[in-house]
């Protein structure tokens, strides 16, 4: 067997083994699923897997980056409309929405992530998420270019909060399902919210008073 034929050869394993990990984390979540799982399921010895990947935490990791890669791949597919920010925002959560819906494996590997890091993993987890954060971001500030901003707030502060804000809604679903020990009844919560936080870190909870709108008791004192 020349190189050639032998990277090939290689090659064809390490995806095979791959996607019986991508079908294993797919729909379980990481506590859950186990070598021993993938190797029974894609009828892979056990050897083969470990000569290839180091185990676990490695064929976990290879698979978030392909859950980002994909969706990333799939939001960039379709220029959002800048001219509208409501638009640009609903295009997003629904680009995101149809990504997940088409993509259940994945959609299972992102919210299993979101409500239930692996602990061991989280700073590993951070760096691949950076590049769908970089997005998000950009997105937001698109948003932000639309609109006319309070006086005071400045762009860089508004995706400061955005990103506070952001951190504090995923860690109020990390504790949820950490009471509630399953993730997956949480996901069409989590999704329901979302537009409503994102609509909400834009235009604020309350209007603004109206100057003129005394109360009538102060007007007849």
């Known amino acids: 067997m020349n190189d050639e034929t032998g990277r090939k050869n290689k090659k064809k394993t390490k995806e095979r083994i791959f996607l019986a990990a991508l079908s294993e984390f797919g729909k379980k979540s990481y506590d859950a699923a186990s070598v021993n ?37 799939t939001l960039n597919a379709q220029a959002p409309p800048l001219h509208d920010g409501k638009a640009t925002l609903q295009n997003f959560l629904l680009r995101r929405q149809e990504f997940f819906q088409k993509n259940p494996c994945y959609a299972n590997i992102f919210f299993n992530m979101v409500m239930q890091p692996p602990k061991h993993l989280e ?18 500030l698109a948003v932000l270019n639309c609109l006319h901003l309070r006086d005071g707030i400045t762009k860089e502060t508004a ?40 609509d909400i870190m834009l235009y604020g909870i309350a209007k603004e008073p109206i100057l003129n709108d005394t109360p009538k008791e102060v007007e007849e004192k």
């Open 123 to 140: 700073e590993d987890l951070l760096l691949l998420r950076k590049e769908y954060d970089d997005y998000c971001n950009q997105c937001y």
């Open 37 to 73: 799982s993938i190797c029974e399921n894609g009828k892979i010895p056990k050897g083969l897997l470990y000569h290839n990947y180091k185990g676990k935490d490695d064929l976990y990791l290879l698979c978030v980056k392909a859950c980002y890669d994909e969706l990333i791949f």
């Open 159 to 198: 995706l400061e909060y955005f990103q506070m804000t952001s951190e504090i809604f995923n860690g109020y679903f990390q504790k949820k399902a950490k009471q509630n020990g399953n993730y997956r009844n949480l996901i069409q919560d989590h999704e329901g919210r979302l537009s409503s936080i994102f």
